[in-house]
T-cell receptor, first 115, second 115 residues
């Protein structure tokens, strides 16, 4: 049974470049979450989708960040332009249902380094 | 608002001894509570959850947690620690009576089990 799949696993790029992170949720899951993890700030929720619709994007840091979910099996998180302070591990998670009583299943993350 | 506190940054225990990782929460209504574990370079993995019913919840890898409403706590326990339990542990909460549809995670507690 495939889990949440994220790509790439590692990304190193220069400041100012566009970065696109990809996520394939578990089949049948209708909630999808993007998180960012850093030593300083811990685990932060960036955006939450339910049935492909963005429900809560209050955690998106600024307009440089955008997320889309064009269908139930794919989501992207884009940073344009990227800055060194965006360096972090970005996780995608999915869960069944929108009531919050089901566990979230996490991918193994994308480690992003902006030089 | 919903919040969760993990008062210890790190817990040290010898292999074979019992372990406890503490978690307290704050919600205006009733909580859904979760524990997750994170190994190096991996995403968070679900351990156990409390939704309703029995206050003692059993989960993966021999872990259990006790929901205590009067103390607003949900401590993670294991009777006999293994070196392989060494990892970062996160407690998370959702207030089922609020408008929040997402989890709030604690900052994490590093568990180190010595041989």
């Amino acid at each position: 049974d495939a889990g949440v799949i994220q790509s790439p696993r590692h990304e190193v790029t220069e400041m100012g470049q566009e970065v696109t992170l990809r996520c394939k949720p578990i089949s049948g899951h209708n909630s999808l979450f993007w998180y960012r993890q850093t030593m300083m700030r811990g685990l932060e929720l960036l955006i939450y989708f339910n049935n492909n619709v963005p429900i809560d994007d209050s955690g998106m840091p600024e307009d440089r960040f955008s997320a889309k979910m064009p269908n139930a099996s794919f989501s992207t998180l884009k940073i344009q332009p990227s800055e060194p302070r965006d360096s972090a591990v970005y996780f995608c998670a999915s869960s069944l249902g929108g009531q919050g009583n089901q566990p979230q299943h996490f991918g193994d993350g994308t480690r992003l380094s902006i030089l | 608002a919903q919040s969760v506190a993990q008062p210890e940054d790190q817990v040290n225990v010898a292999e074979g001894n019992p372990l406890t990782v503490k978690c307290t929460y704050s919600v205006s209504g009733n909580p859904y509570l979760f524990w997750y574990v994170q190994y190096p370079n991996r995403g968070l993995q679900f351990l156990l959850k409390y939704i309703t019913g029995d206050n003692l919840v059993k989960g993966s890898y021999g872990f259990e947690a006790e929901f205590n409403k009067s103390q607003t706590s949900f401590h993670l326990k294991k009777p006999s620690a293994l070196v392989s339990d060494s990892a970062l542990y996160f407690c998370a909460v959702r207030d089922i009576n609020s408008g929040y549809s997402t989890l709030t995670f604690g900052k994490g507690t590093m568990l180190l089990v010595s041989p």
